[in-house]
């Protein structure tokens, strides 16, 4: 069974410019996360869906992030534009319904704003 | 509000060395406390967890027993390998389902 899988695992980009970072959950999973890693810092939440539905967004650090999971599958999450802060390593996790303390992380993209 | 302390890294040791990472946590009520590995590459795996006091967790070789007294969730080897080098994060979870994690401790480990 595969993993929660996420894409790109490396992006580099300059200040200013856009980036969409993509998560595809283990399948069946209804819950899905995302988390942020800043350099040297804690892993922090970011929000949180359950199926198409944004059910905890309270993480998001500010307007320029984007959360979508369109059909309750994927979920992208864009940066617009982005800023040098916005460096660090983005997680997406995923778990079953009413399993939400069982989650499953993915590898992380690694987003560098320079 | 909760929050985990962890040892800074990066930890270099020689193989079959003896490892503790240091973890203390602040939370109210009881939270459960848990030890998460990335090896490179790939995502963040649970390494073992403990959900009262003086309860021990293992896995891989690997402990850490829950000290409510002391607001410890330590995390020990007795002999590690080159295949143990990765990051380690120390979390607690209390009434949400969101754990709030530590700052990760590198661990390298030298044939």
């Known amino acids: 069974e595969a993993g929660v899988t996420q894409f790109p695992s490396h992006s580099v980009i300059e200040k200013g410019q856009t980036v969409t970072l993509r998560c595809d959950p283990i399948?069946?999973?209804?819950?899905l996360y995302w988390y942020r890693r800043v350099m040297g810092k804690e892993i922090k939440f970011l929000l949180h869906f359950v199926k198409e539905s944004k059910q905890d967004e309270s993480g998001m650090p500010n307007n320029r992030f984007l959360a979508e999971r369109t059909g309750g599958t994927y979920s992208t999450l864009k940066v617009q534009p982005a800023e040098l802060e916005d460096s660090g390593v983005y997680f997406c996790?995923?778990?079953?319904?009413?399993?939400?303390?069982?989650?499953?992380f993915g590898p992380g993209t690694r987003l560098t704003v320079t | 509000g909760d929050s985990v302390t962890q040892m800074e890294g990066p930890v270099t040791l020689s193989e079959e060395a003896c490892l503790t990472i240091n973890c203390t946590y602040t939370a109210t009520g009881y939270p459960s406390l848990f030890w998460y590995v990335q090896y490179p590459g790939e995502g963040l795996q649970l390494l073992l967890k403990a959900t009262k006091a003086d309860d021990k967790g293992s896995n891989k070789g690997f402990e850490a027993t829950y000290r409510k007294e002391t607001t410890s969730f330590h995390l020990e080897k007795g002999s590690v390998q080159v295949s143990d080098s990765a990051v380690y994060f120390c979390?607690?979870?209390?009434?949400?389902?969101?754990?709030?994690f530590g700052r990760g401790t590198s661990l390298i480990v030298h044939p």
């Open positions: 399948s069946g999973h209804d819950n």
């Open positions: 979390a607690l979870r209390g009434g949400s389902y969101i754990p709030t």
């Open positions: 996790a995923s778990s079953f319904s009413g399993r939400a303390y069982e989650q499953y």
